[in-house]
């Protein structure tokens, strides 16, 4: 079983910037991706960025040029820079850990982070 702790949400005036943090712990084997979703208020979750064992680095269009995405080399933290951040990026972000099984892909998630973009 994996755990995945968030940290670094809050509530910051547009233009601001955060830094979120994922740690994972646990049973972490055959890592696929790792990675940061959200989900604002009655709209579904969404990918923001993730990263690819082997492919690299996906952004959605709503945040590149201003989300940069990182990890350390052992797959156990993930962190995204949140830069010129507006009011429509507020949401809970929940991290995310993707690993290949023999009964195929297997999710894991935090609990979310909220980060409140208003001023």
Known sequence: QVQLVESGGGLVQPGGSLR????ASGS?????????????????????????????????????GRFTISRDNAW???HLQMNSL??????????????RTMAGR???????????VSS
């Open 76 to 78: 156990k933290t993930v």
């Open 20 to 23: 979120l943090s994922c740690t």
């Open 28 to 64: 972490i084997f055959n890592i696929n991706a790792m990675g940061w979703y959200r989900q604002a208020p009655g709209k579904e979750r969404e990918l923001v960025a993730t990263i690819t064992a082997g492919v690299g680095v996906n952004y959605a269009d709503s945040v590149k």
């Open 106 to 116: 297997i999710n894991s998630w935090g609990q979310g982070t909220q980060v409140t």
């Open 86 to 99: 507006k009011p429509e990026d507020t949401a809970v972000y929940y991290c995310n850990l993707a690993q």
